[in-house]
């Protein structure tokens, strides 16, 4: 199959980490290498078993460190290679606090604080906030960085130790649950009454590249919502259609919405 061929599925934003996804899966399958990405989110990890899928020479494994991770690392390689023996270089940072305050922080004070430092996203998994602390999953080889450098979260004073992946923490997502009636399921529609802006104040971000369905760039507006969907718009923040529930005696629909907390 044509490279041509193969883009036409992809939105152009995603390209450049198609090619590199492709070059993983070739250098597996021609050159019998073995690959550790750096973390995905579920659309790359799509993305790239889909090319995996294409050739039979190839497979791979993913691991974010639990059952229920939304970011992972991969191993591709070829296929003779058994991937339970390799590994994947998770580590947990554990970070804790005697100050009062810290019980306030949320996830993205975490997630603001260790890329503060100068860490690229793709080297952070999930960030696990628990009323005792966080557990931040973190690539290995940036792992020690964080545990010598990471020394406040927003103006908190904070103290680290590193953990083996097995003593990971993990916290399901919890969403703050709010109930919408509306007109239809368009994008733009359920945005608007979730971050509570005006239609016209919602569309400009979403025209602007700004939002994201399912983890991919989404720029038209009037894109109908299903059930399961989740929608991130920059600067605001991240939601899930949990249910349609049914259509009122007036003709709307009612909606039931978890927002990311």
């Known amino acids: 199959m044509s490279m041509d061929s193969i883009m036409v599925h992809f939105h152009p934003d995603e390209r450049a980490f198609v090619d590199r996804a492709m070059e993983w899966v070739h250098q597996a399958a021609e050159n019998h290498e073995v690959r550790l990405t750096d973390f995905l989110d579920p659309r790359q990890a799509y993305i790239l078993q889909s090319l995996v899928n294409r050739n039979p020479d190839v497979h791979m494994r993913l691991d974010g460190g639990s059952s229920h991770a939304e970011r992972c690392r991969a191993i591709v390689a070829p296929d003779y290679v058994y991937l ?52 931040v999953v973190a690539a290995r080889e940036i792992a ?81 919502l299903r059930a399961g969907d989740v929608v991130s718009l920059k600067g605001f923040g991240r939601f899930k259609v949990m249910e349609i529930e049914g259509v009122t005696k007036k003709g709307r629909m009612r909606v039931s919405i978890g927002i990311y907390a």
């Open 84 to 135: 339970e023996s390799e590994e994947l270089d998770l580590q947990v940072l554990a970070v804790t606090s005697k100050d009062q305050k810290f019980l306030s922080l949320e996830h993205s004070d975490f997630l603001g604080a260790v890329l503060g430092l100068g860490i690229k996203r793709d080297k952070i998994g999930d960030i696990h906030v628990t009323e005792e602390g966080c557990h």
């Open 144 to 224: 020690s960085f964080l545990d010598t450098h990471l020394r406040q979260v927003h103006r908190v004073p904070v103290m680290t130790e590193l953990l083996p992946i097995e003593q990971l923490h993990a916290v399901q997502t919890s969403f703050q649950m709010m109930n919408l009636s509306v007109a239809s399921m368009r994008l733009d529609g359920i945005a608007s009454d979730v971050f509570r802006l005006s239609r016209s104040k919602i569309v400009q971000p979403i025209k602007a590249g700004r939002c994201r369905v399912n983890w991919k760039s989404e720029e038209d507006p009037s894109t109908a």
